[in-house]
């Protein structure tokens, strides 16, 4: 199967940076896609950034040139560079990769624990 670990997560005052990372680790064949989500308390769970194998991007709107998402292939990798923070970017934040392990014959999505952010005013 695949596992996610994220890490960076914190408490941060608004207009500071944090950094996410994500490590994907067991029997993996494959990743294609993968991204950040996060949920805010009594919100839904919403896409943050997302990247290809190929490097293609896309960001929600409101984290449009603050947020940058990378992944490193060969270390099965994904960050999330958080600048200019505020306040509503307070939630959880889970990393989310589309894989497939080698016992299986397709591929699937996984999640992370989640970390959380806390951005203070």
């Known amino acids: 199967q695949v596992q996610l670990v994220e890490s960076g997560g914190g408490l941060v005052q608004a207009g500071g940076s944090l950094k996410l990372s994500c490590a994907a680790s067991?029997?993996?064949?494959?990743?294609?896609?993968m991204g950040w989500y996060r949920q805010a308390p009594g919100k839904q769970r919403e896409l943050v950034a997302g990247?290809?194998?190929?490097?293609?991007?896309n960001y929600v709107d409101s984290v449009k040139g603050r947020f940058t998402i990378s992944r490193d292939n060969a270390k099965n990798t994904v960050s999330l560079q958080m600048n200019s923070l505020k306040p509503e970017d307070t939630a959880i934040y889970y990393c989310?990769?589309?894989?497939?392990?080698?016992?299986?014959?397709?591929?699937?999505?996984?999640w992370g624990q989640g970390t959380q952010v806390t951005v203070y005013s």
């Open positions: 989310n990769a589309v894989a497939r392990p080698y016992s299986g014959a397709y591929y699937g999505r996984y």
């Open positions: 067991g029997s993996i064949f494959s990743i294609n896609s």
């Open positions: 990247i290809t194998s190929g490097d293609n991007t």
